[in-house]
């Protein structure tokens, strides 16, 4: 009966919302927007906005939200040329989308990479940029060591050989030879922030040698970590395993290409899920394919989702996952909060929790929007 009356008052609820999502949208025509905040979602894996709705002051906004991770530039200008406050997840904001921006004080990046947002042309115009960087830590480290074992203990072939032997009716081991014990061996995290020095915590209790490739930690930071940093060439040529976590910028994208692949171990194995244009997948199955190196973990890619001739779903040693690494039912519920939370923060006149764009403080003061 509970269950029963939580259904229709659910329905009922939804109904609710509906409607008065579609009157904000027609009140917006009515009124000038001056008195309101126009609050626009670009493109959202929220399933609905309810939760947000109930915790937002409803009379103070205009909250609007879109699929257009896949528009074109003039269809995304055209819902959110006149935007207070805009959350993007992958809708590119490149510079002619920004520059069209009429009243725009700052863009939420939902997630922690924000290669899609053209920081140069937001911070020119005194937008201020955040991201999210809290919400998902751990669960991109534990989807990289996930990554690690599946990929070295070699699971999904494990399981294509289980079945063929079942089938055969003997055991048959042969193809997945050689695996490597992990302890002892060399693991190399190159980017030591937030996911890579979890990645390296997480990881301390595998009796591995941990060495870190990130030229941009503070001393302190070492120090907390009680690590010394080794250059990339040493990571390349010494580790059995490679664990990518630095942002996609200048200098990482295409870090990993063929001279890098070919100056790693035989044996060894590359693990990417920081962003896909880090990592040049083209060589990657190339390497795999001629025994460059043994075999990789891969979450991210280029273009997301990847073609479907690309060659390393042809490859065996290659483990694919979805761009997942950030996911589980904790991280999805933190990352409302949070964006919830600089939401509020923006009706109250206050900035983000995390601005990406620091030189835009001198813009505004300046006189920048
Ligand atoms: N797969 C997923 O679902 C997922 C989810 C969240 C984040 N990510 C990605 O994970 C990556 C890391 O995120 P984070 O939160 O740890 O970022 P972070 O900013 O906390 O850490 C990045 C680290 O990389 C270092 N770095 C920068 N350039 C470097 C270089 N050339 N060589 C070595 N180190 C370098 C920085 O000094 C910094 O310590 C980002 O690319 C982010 O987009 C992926």
Not at 159 to 177: A, H, K, N, Q, T
Not at 258 to 269: D, I, N, P, Q, S
Request: proline content about 5%; hydrophobic content about 40%.
């Amino acid at each position: 009966m509970d269950k029963w009356l939580d259904t229709i008052r659910g329905k009922a609820y939804h109904a609710v919302s509906c409607f008065i999502g579609h009157m904000n949208i027609i009140r917006r025509k009515e009124s000038t927007l001056a008195d309101k905040i126009k609050i626009v979602i670009t493109d959202h894996l929220e399933p609905d906005f309810e939760w947000e709705l109930e915790r937002l002051p409803r009379d103070k906004i205009i909250f609007e939200t879109y699929q257009l991770k896949h528009a074109s530039e003039d269809d995304l200008i055209e819902k959110i040329k006149d935007a207070d406050l805009v959350v993007v997840n992958m809708a590119p904001m490149t510079e002619r989308v920004i520059e069209s921006l009429e009243r725009c004080k700052t863009i939420i990046r939902h997630g922690i990479g924000y290669d899609n947002v053209d920081l140069d042309a937001a911070t020119k115009k005194g937008i201020r940029v955040a991201n999210i960087p809290d919400y998902c830590p751990d669960e991109v480290a534990e989807h990289a060591i996930e990554l690690i074992f599946a990929a070295t203990r070699k699971v999904f072939l494990m399981r294509d050989i289980l079945v063929d032997s079942s089938r055969e009716g003997r055991w048959d081991f042969e193809p997945i030879y050689p695996i490597y014990s992990l302890k002892g061996k060399t693991l190399g995290i190159v980017g030591c922030g937030r996911i890579g020095s979890r990645v390296l915590k997480k990881m301390s209790g595998f009796e591995m040698n941990i060495i870190v490739c990130d030229p941009y930690l503070s001393d302190e930071r070492k120090k907390e970590l009680g690590i010394e940093v080794a250059p990339f060439e040493q990571v390349l040529r010494e580790a059995d395993v490679i664990t990518m976590h630095t942002p996609l910028t200048d200098e990482t994208r295409g870090m990993i290409g063929e001279t890098e692949l070919r100056a790693m171990k035989e044996t060894a194995f590359l693990i990417n899920t920081s962003r896909g244009p880090v990592v040049d997948l083209v060589a990657l199955a190339k390497a795999l394919r001629e025994g460059w190196i043994a075999g990789a973990g891969i979450d991210v890619y280029e273009q997301e989702p990847p073609p479907l001739d690309m060659e390393l779903f042809q490859l065996g040693s290659a483990v694919l996952t979805p761009h997942l690494g950030w996911y589980s039912e904790e991280s999805n519920w933190s990352i409302r909060e949070k964006i919830l939370e600089d939401m509020l923060r923006f009706i109250d006149g206050k900035p983000p929790r995390f601005v990406v764009n620091k030189g835009v403080e001198d813009v505004l003061k300046q006189g920048g929007r």
